[in-house]
């Protein structure tokens, strides 16, 4: 089994996984005052809750947009296992060629969800990532990373309309009924959803127009479940993608 983690701005996921199985996968939050001990006790605490022991865990890999936290996770993944965690960065081979103005700026999350999603699904394929950024990441006919959107996350647009405005109110994500709402807080939640079902839609008819060509359309992270049904394009759900990333650049890269 190897140890994935994923260190977003928000939250960190961090599951056991090998080529037979996804054993675990949990959610803690990204927090830059934490130290590598408390961090530890997290993932110890998680280790135990699924009953895996570090014997069971031959390697660990962390992929992070949090620079300044790489090597407190890095050390508390040390203290709990006794392994040296890779860390995904330039110079780790992908098996896929990166084709942007400078590769080495490209977020390691992008590169691990296009690299699980290549091995895995159909050419040409988009992948979108909803965390606190939305990201929609492009592979063409060839495989090749050819680039993407980032726009901001929908909790990010949702939490900064409520507190930006005197009497809208912070909403539950709900699924929402008719798209012409009769109060208030429908309207907000029908306008959120609805509003980024529809813009997903139209940059994956807009990026297909530009490849000339259909494409598989591959979403994760913690709100697609809430969007996707939502959207009128066919779209895959998997919670696993980083995962399944995280363990094929591992095994490419020991």
Known sequence: MILAIDMGNSNIVIGGIDEQHSYFMERITTDTRKTDLEYAISIKNILELWHVTPPDI???????????????????????TGLDCKLVGSGMKTGMNIRMDDP???GSDLIVD????????????????MGTATTITTLDQKGDYVGG??????????????????????????????????????SMRSGILYGTAAMMDGCIERIQEELGEKATVVATGGLAPFVTPLCRNKIIIDDNLLLKGLLILYRKNT
């Open 58 to 80: 031959e390697g660990a890999i962390l992929s992070s947009v949090v620079p300044p936290l790489n090597p407190i996770l890095l050390n508390a993944v040390r203290k709990v």
């Open 104 to 106: 080495k700026k490209v």
């Open 114 to 129: 296009s690299v699980a999603a290549k091995a895995n699904y159909p050419l040409p394929i988009i992948v979108i990532d």
């Open 149 to 186: 959107i980032i726009y901001p996350g929908l909790r990010v647009s949702l939490d900064t309309l409520s507190s930006r405005t005197a009497q809208l109110p912070h909403i539950d994500l709900e699924k929402p009924g008719a798209i012409i709402a009769k109060n208030t807080i429908e």
